[in-house]
């Protein structure tokens, strides 16, 4: 598995010579560009590449410290080496925030915090592998207060560690915090062929954003597997019931509260199998919709609709 970010080979290249240089690599990155245009997707990887034991251009995503590297299903990398802090939605007394903030006792130790680690002690502590990268992201809302309590360490931070801040350009940021960054800057990507040809003409692509990609390709495949579901349990509907039922579970999973997609496919379907048949597959269907609405057992009345509709003529 690759962990290189997609289109963003100006920053790598940039990132690759300083990493380079080994010790003598600044160790105070400023992460500079435009919301979802991959800022963390590149963090993580130099901070794969850093740790890495292999020492080529890019990660080589099998030595020990690249596998930790590797997110999890919910996009959380458990690195003991990595590392990022984000702007808080509470106070330090717990009290929700409106506006979030990056809190100096997420930095450097406080009394009366709830943060047991703040990322300065942290990155004191020698790597597990060969270097500790300390993420900060949207690093526009340090607060003054956590900005020059952390100023020594991103002045000089530890030999064995780098502070990367994600943020939209040095302007975004305190000048104090600024004027002690080397500036990496991330530009509007341009779409690979594949997923331009998959997406056009989604409005996506004029964004450059790989994240903004990344969610119409999802939404996509959702979409498709949605059909595919639909068209499985009409095929199944008059055959063997365990398999109607076994179709229409498959069906339900991808039917989630809300949506209107999945009813609007079965309705086309028995759009198709004449006057008849749409009349009462919607019947049908309006039936379980109000079912699963008053909460009725979800099985239950999945069954049920499922025994309906094979009455009823199909497409
Ligand atoms: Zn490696």
Redesign the pocket.
């Known amino acids: 598995m690759s962990l290189a970010p997609e289109a963003q080979e100006a920053a790598l290249a940039a990132l690759r010579a300083l990493a380079a240089r080994g010790d003598d690599a600044p160790r105070t990155l400023l992460l500079a560009g435009p919301d979802g245009v991959g800022r963390r997707a590149v963090a993580r990887w130099y901070a794969a590449l850093r740790g890495?034991?292999?020492n080529l251009d890019d990660?080589?995503?099998?030595?020990d410290?690249?596998r930790a590297m590797q997110p999890d299903l919910d996009g959380h990398v458990a690195s003991p080496d990595y590392r990022e802090v984000g702007p808080a939605t509470t106070t330090r007394d717990g009290k929700p925030t409106r506006r979030p903030l990056l809190r100096i006792d997420q930095l450097v130790p406080r009394e009366r915090s709830d943060v047991d680690d703040p990322l300065g002690p942290w990155l004191a502590r020698p790597p597990a592998f060969r270097h500790r990268v300390g993420v900060i992201v949207r690093a526009e809302t340090l607060t003054e207060e956590a900005a020059n309590a952390f100023l020594t360490v991103l002045e000089t931070p530890p030999r064995h560690a780098t502070v990367l801040l994600v943020a939209p350009g040095p302007d975004a940021l305190l000048p104090t915090v600024a004027s002690r960054c080397a500036v990496v800057r991330l530009v509007p990507a341009e779409a690979p062929p594949a997923v331009r040809e998959r997406l056009a003409p989604h409005p996506s692509l004029r964004l450059g954003r790989p994240a903004a990609w990344r969610a119409a390709l999802a939404d996509l495949e959702a979409s498709d597997a949605k059909r595919a579901a639909v068209a499985d349990f009409v095929a199944a509907l008059g055959g063997d019931l365990a398999k109607a039922f076994a179709a229409a579970d498959a069906l339900a999973e991808r039917w989630t509260a809300g949506d209107d997609e999945v009813p609007g496919l079965l309705r086309e379907a028995w759009r198709a199998a004449g006057p008849a048949a749409y009349v009462r597959g919607d019947a049908a269907t309006a039936a379980l919709e109000e079912a699963w609405g008053a909460y009725a057992h979800r099985d239950l009345a999945l069954r049920d609709w499922v025994l309906r509709l094979r009455t009823t003529p199909r497409p």
């Not at 990660?59 to 030595?63: D, I, L, S, T, V």
């Open positions: 890495c034991r292999a990660p080589c995503g099998r030595c410290a690249c």
